[in-house]
């Protein structure tokens, strides 16, 4: 497809009695050209939103293919606006808000590869001279940051125009009547360096360049092509001519192109709410997030290398596909195809699946579990079924057995079903998994009853933390360091367990902020098998086992620290077993340590014995003498142990008296009757009692401000005017702030990973923006 500006006569003449005043020529249309298979191009359509008598002309194409830029002249004012494709139509373009157009002359923009940033040219004051380039960023509320000047090195005193910034995000390519051109405009391009700053330009030379104006230089992602607009008076077919180059030996761009299509059953539409977001799996930040073509389903992606990528496609909010894409640095220019398609279930509100093969090294394999070599039955029919036994995957097998793996949330088994009435020759069979054609044990799936194969040993895995961020992932690397799985993990911690050919594989913990005390349970068949605790890197590994355990070694240690008290004195723990028979009974020393009992079969639990003491809200380890954790043992909650022993720790005030939620950016209370209420209870507190006590509790989303610089410090400053306003309301009401005591203020930053979606999902994030007042 190519959308171009011409100024031509109309196919059916509408514009024959309209033309510029200055040149007498027709006013600037926009159109469409697709090319056909044999890459030859259909004949040119006008787009739907040309004026006869106005310039309309199109400026740049977003990357994702669903925005286009274009240029309306407004009777000489000069000004972009946006057009979005609505299905198969285009809609009516609006303008682009201000601070992007202004009353002055602006004429092209290009968007970035992530969509985060705009470069567009305008002869407003302020500038070098003539047209300069400006860049704004989006902000958090999805309007557009001030513009920037692009400085001396991109702009001169004379004009530039056709700003195109190149996939990549730092490569600028645009033209320009200063920088010693040869002649009029010349198409030159720039390196944004790591300070912030433009690199000299560079002109792009002859042939391209010419004495004639040359512009709109749009390269493709592998830069082995590129179109531009030139005059060239003798080869061209009037004054400004599409002209397409190959640069065969062009360097490529070491970036990855992702593409596909996401595929629907006959007869039905891609759902609207079905997005593509990809992730920065080490940092978790979005890189970019796209919606497929409505009307093909195809969607594109560059993504930049040296990273780890976290691909997510979700539709009603959920993850029905993802894939994991490792693009190292210096990498060549690279394409990745991928193809999913939609079961129809998928379109009716039901469990979401994707047929697509989201590790393409790991396959199940159907064989004999007596003579593995002897060849099975080509094209058996396997059902992979739910919970429930409802069939969600068919697959059949090839000549060796095999049949496409297909990974299932974390949560939920799998059971595959034969399409066979031959009960005794399932009887016979196994199913496994194989990953680069290693077998991992842990998937081996026996006959039950039916021809219905469940798993044989059921293992599974939990992450201890002390928050499960949203994208949290666990990379299984074999002793080469190679990645052989990758996992998910659930909200609650929950993941799959590999082993290849019985050996345990290291697994190395992605977008985790902080794996300093965190530890890996895991389960088999119901039983806790192994506790590995984490290393430096955020690493597990299994195979180094548990450390030789005895009473001499090993300590537990109930870890008191995070509710901020002391350990009472006269605490004591007891050992219980399966009965409750209390076995022993150890006092705790002031630094949390105990005595640790090794009970045959660790079939036991620990209860704490002290009187109005919290123990439900403590965290027990047992470690060795380096600390090293070696397992965790749980607790039993004791419905006395509520509150804390008086002058032990601040009393904990549960009393809440206010709450306010923010929308973005706001940090002083606005619910005036709610407020008032609640200094009207305080006061009569004061009164009755002489004095109160207060606390605060304030926190901020991970949506980025850039009015307060940090979240932390917009957090800050919510507790901050939290307590100003309950002073200065009580000062109205004559009582002394000093009879308030703030006893806590607590500041938060918290809340899901920013996706740069708040306009979308204002209230996941603004459930993280608030203040609580509490008091006694």
């Known amino acids: 497809i190519i959308y171009f500006t011409s100024r031509r006569l109309r196919k059916d003449s509408s514009n024959i009695y309209y033309k510029e005043v200055s040149d007498g020529l027709y006013f600037e249309d926009v159109y469409v050209a697709y090319r056909k298979l044999d890459g030859t191009w259909q004949e040119p359509e006008l787009m739907p939103f040309n004026k006869v008598n106005d310039h309309t002309a199109t400026v740049s194409l977003s990357p994702d293919g669903m925005t286009l830029f274009i240029y309306n002249d407004d009777d000489g004012d000069g000004n972009l606006y946006e057009s979005k494709l609505e299905g198969t139509e285009w809609s009516f373009p609006q303008p682009l808000p201000e601070p992007i157009n202004s009353k002055y002359y602006e004429t092209h923009a290009t968007l970035s590869n992530d969509g985060q940033t705009i470069y ?145 059953p006959e007869g039905q539409e891609l759902p609207e709410d079905l997005m593509i977001y990809i992730t920065d799996n080490e940092s978790g930040e979005l890189v970019q997030q796209v919606r497929p073509n409505p009307r093909t389903g195809s969607y594109v992606f560059i993504i930049p290398p040296g990273k780890n990528y976290h691909v997510s496609y979700e539709m009603n909010g959920q993850e029905f596909y993802s894939d994991n894409i490792y693009v190292p640095y210096g990498s060549e220019y690279n394409e990745i195809n991928k193809e999913i398609m939609l079961n129809p279930l998928d379109l009716t509100g039901h469990e979401i699946v994707a047929k697509a093969n989201e590790h393409p090294e790991s396959i199940f394999r159907l064989r004999y579990k007596n003579n593995p070599t002897k060849q099975v039955t080509e094209n058996m029919v396997v059902n992979y079924l739910n919970e429930e036994g409802v069939m969600i995957y068919r697959e059949t097998t090839d000549k060796n057995g095999y049949f496409k793996y297909h990974s299932l949330p974390p949560s939920k088994e799998y059971i595959f079903n034969i399409e066979s009435d031959d009960v005794d020759h399932c009887d016979m069979l196994e199913i496994i998994l194989e990953n680069e054609g290693v077998i991992d044990p842990v998937y081996t799936f026996e006959h039950m009853k039916e021809c219905n194969f469940s798993r044989k040993k059921k293992s599974y895995a939990y992450i201890e933390l002390d928050e499960i961020p949203e994208n949290l992932e666990v990379h299984y690397l074999d002793e080469n360091g190679v990645v052989r799985f990758v996992e998910v993990v659930d909200e609650k911690g929950k993941f799959r367990y590999h082993e290849l050919e019985g050996t345990p594989l290291k697994m190395k913990l992605v977008n985790a902020d902080n794996c300093e005390d965190a530890f890996v349970i895991i389960i088999e068949n119901g039983q806790q098998k192994k506790v590995v605790s984490s290393s430096s890197n955020c690493e597990f590994n299994p195979a180094e086992g548990v450390a030789e355990e005895t009473n001499k070694e090993l300590m537990g240690v109930f870890d008191f620290q995070k509710l901020g008290i002391d350990i009472p004195e006269g605490l004591k723990v007891q050992y219980l077993d399966e009965n409750g028979k209390v076995l022993y009974t150890e006092s705790v020393s002031k630094d949390g340590t105990f005595k640790y009992h090794k009970i045959p079969g660790d079939k036991f639990r620990l209860k704490i014995i002290g009187e109005d003491f919290p123990c439900d809200r403590i965290t027990t380890r047992i470690v060795d003498k380096e600390t090293r954790l070696k397992t965790y043992i749980e607790l039993v909650s004791d419905k006395n142990c509520l509150m804390l022993p008086e002058g032990k720790a601040k009393p904990a005030l549960t009393r809440l008296m206010f709450q306010e939620y923010y929308p973005y950016n706001a940090n002083v209370p606005t619910k005036e009757k709610d407020f008032d209420r609640f200094i009207e209870v305080l006061v009569e507190k004061i009164k009755k009692e002489g004095t109160a006590q207060v606390s605060i509790e304030s926190s901020a989303s991970r949506v980025p401000t850039r009015t307060y610089k940090t979240n932390e410090n917009l957090s800050r400053l919510r507790a901050e005017n939290a307590k100003k306003k309950i002073i200065a309301e009580l000062k109205e009401r004559g009582v002394n702030p000093d009879k308030v005591q703030f006893v806590d203020i607590t500041t938060l930053v918290q809340g899901p990973k920013y996706k740069g979606d708040y306009l979308e999902n204002k209230s996941t994030y603004e459930k993280f923006q608030y203040v609580k007042i509490y008091t006694n």
């Open 120 to 264: 567009f040219t305008s002869d407003r004051p302020g500038g070098f001279g003539g047209k300069d380039i400006y860049r704004c960023k989006k902000l958090p509320t999805g309007e557009w940051s001030e513009p920037l000047n692009l400085g001396p090195n991109i702009n001169t005193p004379y004009n530039e125009d056709g700003p195109f910034i190149h996939p990549d995000g730092k490569t600028l390519f645009f033209s320009s009547e200063g920088h010693k051109s040869i002649g009029g405009y010349d198409i030159f391009y720039s390196e944004l360096q790591d300070d912030g700053t433009w690199s000299q330009p560079t002109n792009i030379g002859y042939p391209i360049n010419t004495t004639d104006d040359d512009v709109f230089y749009v390269p493709t992602p592998d830069g082995k092509r590129a179109y531009y607009s030139s005059q060239h008076e003798e080869e061209g077919y009037g004054y400004q001519d599409i002209y397409m180059i190959e640069q065969i030996d062009a360097e490529e761009k070491a970036l990855t192109l992702l593409k596909g299509y996401i595929r629907v």
